[in-house]
């Protein structure tokens, strides 16, 4: 009759002298947690997406935009509107300081909530290693 070895994980462990138990009811500290701020930063550095942006359409209905051509803008500056049934007009507006780079859209185009309406090349990005445009 051949022995056989018990290599199960729960095996190794009770030769290490560890109970399962132990290792159920061991904490580790908590670590601090980081600003959003820093968060945010960290998240995004080296990637496109610190340096460019979308805009997204608010609701469901037709894209009315408010700008011409390329133009700067700042930071909740109007691009344009969603607009609905009864006389609704949802704003949309640049979330960041950026140049328009192109719209993803027509004008008077019918658009979804969520989808793409312009995209946007930042032009102020603090703590992202900053680019001027």
Do not use: N
């Amino acid at each position: 009759m051949s022995s056989r070895v018990d290599s199960s994980p729960l095996s190794l462990l009770r030769t290490q002298g560890t109970h399962m138990t132990d290792l159920m009811t061991r904490t580790l500290a908590p670590s601090p947690p980081a600003s959003p701020e820093a968060e945010g930063s960290r998240a995004f550095a080296g990637t496109v997406a610190a340096t460019l942006a979308v805009v997204v359409a608010p609701s469901t209905g037709r894209f009315r935009p408010a700008i011409d051509g390329r133009p700067q803008v700042r930071a909740g500056e109007l691009l344009g509107h969603v607009t609905g049934g009864r006389g609704r007009a949802d704003e949309v507006r640049s979330p960041v300081d950026a140049v328009v780079a192109d719209l993803l859209v027509r004008a008077g185009q019918l658009v979804g909530r969520g989808q793409g309406l312009a995209w946007l090349q930042r032009t102020d990005i603090d703590g992202l290693g900053a680019c001027s445009a």
